[in-house]
């Protein structure tokens, strides 16, 4: 028997317990991404905003829902006879597009979601490098055969749009470029969204290729692959949890884990790819994003100084930028 907050949980009627397990998932989902990058936000406000109802969008009953959501940031410094040293002159661009295409008919629901990132920095004495770099597209069919629970299908793609290099090195060593890699997942399975603000998705036999195309095809070895080869097939066991709700005023979060156990090759080495974006509204065009991204996968040997253990990948980026919508 396990005990929260003073509930024996398998002792609630059924309501209750569902409402609390709800609960239970969305604070623990906000909460852990709020610490791990040590942001100081106060936890009773969370879990007391985090409990109430989100609203369905009444503004899509059937048919196809279709926006678009763009942020600019910009920033730039510079020093001159500085004593405490620092950069003569440094300049940042980054930016985000969110593409998305919802579908309803009756118990038929399908969602699509593009994410692309990209961002440079230039500084005088490293010169031009980029600091962000992805294409994130992710996609769900689910026929509901009850209120809250259905079956279907998640597919995701992943991969980035230019070279990417290690600066530790000198000369810098090429390690990735345009689908050098790409992950191509297709899952069947079960998905249980218990309110408008968390979706679970789990698939107990799922598909998944690592891609590194042909000119490129040095970089193979790094990310799992035979040498030579240029896909490597993997099946196994894929979950998917998505949470995206205001959670103050002016304030929103959106958060995704993906977790896939290969039954083929080291099942107990868990691949994690955890997605984290804040957004605070200033006004109607000028917004603050935060975001944190953490990816484990047993396959990619390209950090730290054994090349044979695979490592735990951090991503942060703080922007103040305009942005729009559609």
């Known amino acids: ?5 003073g509930y024996a949980l398998f002792a609630l009627p059924k309501k209750i317990y569902m ?18 990058p040590g942001l100081t936000m106060a936890q009773d406000p969370i879990v007391q905003d985090i409990q109430k109802k989100i609203p369905e969008d009444s503004t899509h009953k059937e048919g196809w829902k279709l926006g678009a959501a763009l942020t ?4 730039q410094g ?8 620092g950069e003569k002159s440094s300049f940042s661009l980054n930016s985000h597009v969110n593409l998305f295409g919802n579908w309803k008919k009756g118990k038929n629901k399908w969602t ?17 490098r980029k600091n962000d770099d992805m294409i994130d597209f992710y996609s769900k069919y689910i026929y509901s055969f009850k209120p809250k629970v259905g079956l279907g299908v998640v597919t995701t793609f992943r991969t980035q749009f230019t070279e990417g290099f290690d600066y530790d ?20 399975g079960a998905d249980w969204a218990p309110a408008e ?3 679970l998705f789990l698939s107990p036999l799922s598909a998944r290729w690592t891609f590194v195309n042909e000119a490129n095809i040095e970089l193979a070895p790094d990310y799992g692959l035979d040498s030579g080869h240029t896909s490597l097939f993997q099946a196994g066991a894929y979950f998917s949890a998505i949470f995206k709700r205001e959670i103050f005023k002016n304030v929103t979060y959106k958060g995704r884990l993906d977790l896939f156990s290969n039954y083929l090759d080291k099942p107990q080495n868990i691949d994690v790819y955890w997605t984290n974006l804040f957004g605070f509204k200033v006004n109607n065009w000028l917004t603050v994003t935060y975001s944190f991204d953490l990816i484990y ?7 730290g100084p054994n090349e044979n253990a695979p490592r735990t990948q951090t991503k942060t980026l703080l922007s103040i930028g305009f942005s729009g919508k559609l």
């Not at 028997?1 to 907050?5: A, C, G, T």
């Not at 510079?78 to 040293?85: E, F, K, Q, R, Y």
Request: glycine share 4%.
């Open 1 to 5: 028997m396990y005990n929260l907050h």
């Open 19 to 36: 409402k609390k397990t709800h609960q239970i998932i969305s604070i623990l989902l906000l909460t852990v991404t709020v610490m791990v």
């Open 72 to 75: 600019l940031g910009l920033a």
């Open 78 to 85: 510079g020093t001159s006879n500085w004593a405490a040293g």
């Open 112 to 128: 699509n979601n593009l994410d692309l990132f990209y961002a440079v920095l230039r500084t005088t004495s490293d010169g031009v």
């Open 169 to 188: 090195v000198t000369p810098p060593e090429k390690t990735s470029n345009f689908f050098a890699p790409a992950y191509l997942t297709i899952a069947p």
């Open 197 to 199: 603000d968390l979706s």
């Open 297 to 303: 996968d047993d396959n990619i040997r390209l950090f």
